[in-house]
């Protein structure tokens, strides 16, 4: 009969449009994925070049507090052995004095 044989070509069109349609979706799904992916990385990558960047500016100022931190203490040092130079003879009888070895 004439409509049955229809009727299956209309089912083998609809099934081919089927086919068809999902092959486009996934491919556009893919593609979709594709450039997500990409865009991902490039993300990553600035990040990671923002955080380097971040890194290094502050290892940049501690070390230049640490140069500042060290002239600091180095400065402190040179006037504590000058005070004690200065005053050794003062501190020694002092120190004698506090202990009871002052005859």
């Given at each position: 009969?004439?409509?049955?044989?229809w009727v299956e070509e209309i089912e083998k069109i609809y099934d081919d449009l089927i086919e068809k349609a999902?092959?486009?979706?996934?491919?556009?799904?893919?593609?979709?994925?594709?450039?997500?992916?990409?865009?991902?990385?490039?993300?990553?990558?600035?990040?990671?070049?923002?955080?380097?960047?971040?890194?290094?500016?502050?290892?940049?100022?501690?070390?230049?507090?640490?140069?500042?931190?060290?002239?600091?203490?180095?400065?402190?040092?040179?006037?504590?052995?000058?005070?004690?130079?200065?005053?050794?003879?003062?501190?020694?009888?002092?120190?004698?004095?506090?202990?009871?070895?002052?005859?």
């Amino acid at each position: 009969m004439e409509i049955f044989k229809w009727v299956e070509e209309i089912e083998k069109i609809y099934d081919d449009l089927i086919e068809k349609a999902k092959d486009e979706s996934l491919e556009e799904i893919n593609k979709v994925q594709s450039s997500q992916a990409k865009i991902m990385e490039e993300m990553t990558y600035k990040h990671q070049e923002n955080l380097n960047n971040a890194l290094t500016g502050v290892s940049e100022e501690v070390r230049g507090q640490l140069k500042e931190f060290e002239i600091l203490i180095k400065d402190l040092c040179t006037k504590i052995e000058h005070y004690y130079l200065e005053n050794k003879k003062g501190l020694t009888d002092l120190l004698f004095e506090k202990i009871g070895f002052d005859f």
